[in-house]
Nanobody, 116 residues
């Protein structure tokens, strides 16, 4: 039973920080590319960041580059998204995704709200 469970979302002031976690189970985590997506109100889901199987390569959307950091700890079956210098436009539901050549799995998301 595949599960991806996001946590760590919440309400934060502009300029603040949050750290999201995604705990995976039911598949061989270390063989999957992991990524974060987000969907703001009235918008389509968009790519945020990805990380390869051992963490050697990361990619970021231009909108978050320099502010967000994706990481993973395979021994814990967990991927993280450290979000710094948050802006109101970062407000969205953040989703964790696992992908290999055949399968893709999604979590149910965690809400991040950036507001003063």
């Amino acid at each position: 039973q595949v599960q991806l469970v996001e946590s760590g979302g919440g309400l934060v002031q502009p300029g603040g920080s949050l750290r999201l976690s995604c705990a995976a189970s039911g598949f061989t985590f270390s063989t999957y590319v992991m990524s974060w997506y987000r969907q703001g109100p009235g918008k389509e889901r968009e790519f945020v960041a990805s990380i390869t199987r051992t963490g050697s390569i990361t990619n970021y959307a231009d909108s978050v580059k320099g502010r967000f950091t994706i990481s993973r700890v395979n021994a814990k079956n967990t991927v993280y998204l450290q979000m710094n210098s948050l802006k109101p436009e970062d407000t969205a539901v953040y989703y964790c995704k696992g992908q290999n050549g055949v399968n893709s799995y999604w979590g149910q998301g965690t809400q991040v709200t950036v507001s003063s």
